[in-house]
């Protein structure tokens, strides 16, 4: 299985760090070069999915999915089933290598592998599948954002680059977010714990390329103004909370957010 890492040619020093990481857990990996959206203004010009009416995509985030793109190309056309996406500022857990060493541990009818915990709340299946090394496998039932690690299959990957041929979409909406049918009608699962995190959750040495323009974007279009809610709103939206917690409760999820064991735990 291969393992792909998006890096940015002006950015050494997540190359540097990414490599490390690579290094520590004994994995070999492919360097692709991602999508610069400084070079790339006319990806901006192509339309955007409908889900983006109010908040529109930055810059970067087009130029992410683009690059991830990249990647899901590769996987698309390799003779593996299955291949890994990384972003270059990871971190991974301390038992890693083992699980990324040999892919006999997919599930067989996995869409998507998820690696990585944003450390945000989400829903998994509560049917526990152990697939060794201290780790194990839940089927995914709701948002879980972030795209720093993650498994594709090939054939996902051909479905991915079809979604994304006519539209941009932010990478972990097209993959993570059940609205998108890439999401919400595939077999997407989550590693617990999780395999990476981000290093802006692990010391913040490699500040996020995203949260600036994405928050910029957020404060454009007022969408980070708090509205007063109606009594009945209010008491309308408590009501569907309830009724969903029932109705998840009796399909055997829960809310849980996904631990990460850090490097220091290696033992």
Not at 106 to 113: E, F, K, N, Y
Not at 161 to 176: C, E, G, P, V, Y
Request: glycine content about 6%; some cysteine; overall charge positive.
């Amino acid at each position: 299985m291969k393992c792909l890492v998006i890096n940015l040619d002006r950015s050494s020093d997540r190359l540097a760090h990414v490599t490390a990481e690579f290094v520590r857990i004994g994995i070999a990996f492919e360097r692709i070069t991602a999508i610069d959206a400084r070079e790339n203004g006319d990806l901006m010009l192509q339309p955007q999915h409908a889900i983006y009416a109010i908040r529109r995509l930055s810059h970067s985030e087009i130029a992410c999915m683009h690059s991830h793109r990249a990647c899901w190309a590769i996987i698309a056309q390799d003779d593996a089933p299955y291949g890994a996406v990384f972003e270059d500022d990871i971190v991974f857990s301390a038992n890693a290598g083992a699980l990324l060493a040999d892919g006999g541990w997919i599930p067989a009818d996995a869409d998507v592998v998820k690696l990585e915990t944003f450390f945000s709340k989400t829903m998994i299946q509560r049917k526990r599948t152990a697939v060794g090394h201290g780790f194990s496998v839940f089927r995914l039932r709701r948002s879980h954002m972030g795209t720093g690690g993650y498994i594709l299959s090939r054939q996902m990957a051909r479905d991915l680059l079809d979604a994304t041929a006519r539209a941009n979409a932010a990478a972990d909406d097209i993959l993570f977010n059940p609205a998108f049918p890439t999401s919400g009608e595939k077999t997407i699962y989550q590693l617990v714990p999780a395999l990476c995190a981000q290093d802006q959750f692990m010391g913040n040495r490699l500040p996020s390329l995203l949260y600036e323009e994405r928050e910029a974007e957020w404060v454009a279009s007022g969408l980070t103004k708090k509205r007063r809610k109606p009594l009945r709103e209010k008491m309308r939206v408590e009501t569907r909370r309830i009724a969903e917690w029932i109705v998840d409760h009796c399909r055997l999820r829960r809310y849980t957010v996904v631990p990460f064991d850090p490097p220091e735990a290696e033992r």
